[in-house]
């Protein structure tokens, strides 16, 4: 564990038990968000390359405009 990572879970075990779980509550939630995040990223490899690649044709088929 990094020190600030504790120094975070030290500062939180001072608060009262009910401010506590709503600080594990919101950070177990946000490593869920990231966890998936990173999976659907990772899922969308293939289809970003696609859209590149027809972006990259569209431009120099000439069929794309500045806004």
């Given at each position: 564990?990094?020190k600030l990572?504790?120094?975070?879970?030290?500062?939180?075990?001072?608060?009262p038990?009910?401010?506590?779980d709503?600080?594990?509550?919101?950070?177990?939630?946000?490593?869920?968000?990231?966890?998936?995040?990173?999976?659907?990223?990772?899922?969308?490899?293939?289809?970003?390359?696609?859209?590149?690649?027809?972006?990259?044709?569209?431009?120099?088929?000439?069929?794309?405009?500045?806004?």
């Amino acid at each position: 564990m990094t020190k600030l990572l504790q120094k975070a879970f030290e500062e939180a075990s001072k608060l009262p038990p009910e401010e506590q779980d709503a600080f594990a509550n919101m950070f177990l939630a946000e490593l869920q968000s990231e966890r998936r995040w990173d999976d659907l990223f990772a899922k969308s490899q293939d289809m970003l390359k696609a859209m590149a690649e027809k972006a990259l044709r569209d431009f120099e088929q000439g069929k794309t405009k500045p806004n």
